[in-house]
């Protein structure tokens, strides 16, 4: 009788698991297509011929959706940045191959990057899926910091910085390269410059403000 009652208690579950998958599909198909702002809980609802009460019952806010497909996004961001764990670079090294590694998120999966990008407005506070978010951001974050700190240890970077405070600029810098804006499209079209060059030339400026030129002259 208990195992009965286990079989269908993970039944259940496994239902609700693929109810919420189906549901986050559906929601991804129309952010993607339409933008985050442009799409409510009840075109999710009529896009799964679903009624809106079955949606709530899985999600309780688009928020909480969008935060379930950052997750997918940060789950696939991590697994390329692990690559990393197989390659013998320095510090400076292994920030440009993240730097790399990011351009390539964006431009394969740029509605993931969206995701990910946008879903740090959201308040982090009563949300499983915000919280789980939050911690695999942070674990890549940390790695950028790491890759700093190394380094810094290995020479190749400059030992007068502060690993948090520079990663948190690289960050900013990155992703202000990648989400442009209007007026910054407008700039780069009146001078012929598009958005890889910008990006490359973004990260050639970010290593070079951190790089340990003595060490590199050496070499």
């Known amino acids: 009788m208990e195992l009965l009652i286990m079989s269908k208690a993970r039944r259940k579950e496994k239902e609700r698991e693929m ?9 991804e198909k129309l952010f993607f297509s339409r933008g985050y702002e ?18 709530y019952l899985s999600f309780k806010n688009k928020e909480d959706i969008y935060a379930a497909i950052a997750i997918r996004a ?3 961001v991590r697994e390329m ?20 590694t990011y351009h390539e998120f964006y431009k394969k999966y740029t509605g993931y990057y969206m995701a990910y990008y946008h879903s740090g407005m959201f308040d982090y506070q009563n949300s499983p899926d915000l919280e789980e978010l939050r911690r695999i951001r ?3 974050f940390r790695m950028v910091v790491e890759a ?12 007068d ?22 007026v ?31 060490q590199a002259r050496r070499n």
């Open 19 to 27: 109810r919420r998958n189906e549901i986050v599909d559906a929601a």
């Open 38 to 55: 442009n799409v409510k809980m009840e075109d999710i609802a009529r896009e799964l011929e679903m009624a809106r009460a079955t949606l």
């Open 74 to 76: 940060s789950n696939i």
């Open 81 to 100: 940045f692990q690559e990393l764990n197989h390659k013998d670079l320095t510090g400076i090294e292994k920030i440009r191959y993240v730097a790399t």
């Open 138 to 140: 942070i674990g890549s």
């Open 148 to 159: 700093v700190r190394e380094g810094i240890k290995d020479g190749s970077v400059r030992n």
């Open 161 to 182: 910085i502060d690993p948090v405070a520079t990663t948190l600029v690289m960050l900013s810098m990155s992703n202000n390269a990648l989400a442009i804006s209007p």
């Open 184 to 214: 910054t499209k407008m700039y780069m079209e009146n001078y012929g410059l598009n958005q890889d060059e910008l990006y490359e030339r973004t990260v050639d400026m970010m290593l070079q403000s951190i790089e340990n030129l003595e």
